[in-house]
């Protein structure tokens, strides 16, 4: 697996925590609510992302005719 990056910014002091993908895995296995609120933040990403395809060809279609 390559290493992600991502990048952000915070309003408040925070501590942040780094774990394997070994021990993510492990954690959603041992907390399955936590499992489930991935899933439900996963899914609302997948439906964002469909939204904008779905406008992207709406546009697409609309220039092509």
Do not use: M
């Not at 992600?4 to 394997?20: E, G, K, S």
């Not at 492990?26 to 997948?46: F, H, T």
């Amino acid at each position: 697996r390559e290493p992600r990056t991502a990048d952000c910014v915070c309003l408040t002091d925070v501590t942040a925590l780094r774990i394997t993908y070994e021990d993510f895995w492990e954690l959603l296995d041992i907390k399955p609510r936590l499992a489930l609120g991935v899933i439900q933040v996963l899914s609302s990403r997948l439906d964002e992302a469909l939204i904008t395809l779905r406008d992207l060809n709406a546009k697409v279609d609309a220039s092509v005719v």
